[in-house]
């Protein structure tokens, strides 16, 4: 199984490159982390908010592997804490398809994402920035195969 963020974004602060890369790597063969970067629309002035939301969404799914698991972060899905993120993962590895997970911008995800996505999953009802998010989620999946791996990260 394969892990994918898609994340709207691009050319991160280097420390969160590096804390992301970290936890990526600790991740093994059996269950990688790939971050897929999908440029952010243009928002300057009087820009038309909801539309770059839209055209972001629709590059976020033009970007999910066919026969993915889509799960949507968003502010109003369901909480999770890390033993039912493990309970997540344990069932997609045993499913054996890849798991995608969809970071939108900071106007949040396009409906359409919404819509398509199996699951809508909150990482906290505080509001997180979005680099910041990438790194929550690479510790928090490397986190969750430590717990289903009895490895001692997870105390």
Request: proline fraction near 6%.
């Given at each position: 199984?394969?892990?994918?963020?898609?994340?709207i974004?691009e050319?991160?602060?280097?420390?969160?490159q590096?804390?992301?890369?970290?936890?990526?790597?600790?991740?093994?063969?059996?269950?990688?982390?790939?971050?897929?970067?999908?440029?952010?629309?243009?928002r300057?002035?009087?820009?038309?908010?909801?539309?770059?939301?839209r055209?972001?969404g629709?590059?976020?799914?033009?970007?999910?592997?066919?026969?993915?698991?889509?799960?949507?972060?968003?502010?109003?899905?369901?909480?999770?804490?890390?033993?039912?993120?493990?309970?997540?993962?344990e069932k997609?590895?045993?499913?054996?398809?890849?798991l995608?997970?969809?970071?939108?911008?900071?106007?949040?995800?396009?409906?359409?994402?919404?819509?398509?996505?199996?699951?809508?999953?909150?990482?906290?009802?505080?509001?997180?920035?979005?680099?910041?998010?990438r790194?929550?989620?690479?510790?928090?999946?490397?986190?969750?195969?430590?717990?289903?791996?009895?490895?001692?990260?997870?105390?």
């Open positions: 199984m394969q892990i994918h963020i898609i994340a974004g050319r991160m602060p280097e420390w969160v590096a804390a992301y890369a970290e936890y990526a790597r600790r991740l093994p063969h059996e269950c990688r982390l790939t971050l897929h970067e999908i440029p952010a629309g243009k300057s002035k009087g820009a038309d908010l909801a539309r770059l939301t055209d972001e629709a590059r976020l799914l033009a970007a999910v592997p066919a026969g993915s698991r889509v799960v949507a972060l968003d502010r109003n899905g369901r909480e999770l804490d890390t033993q039912m993120l493990a309970g997540h993962i997609q590895l045993g499913a054996g398809c890849d995608v997970l969809l970071v939108g911008g900071p106007e949040g995800l396009a409906p359409e994402c919404l819509a398509a996505a199996h699951e809508c999953w909150s990482l906290s009802k505080l509001t997180l920035a979005h680099p910041v998010v790194v929550v989620l690479a510790e928090q999946l490397y986190r969750a195969w430590s717990i289903l791996k009895n490895l001692p990260y997870h105390r």
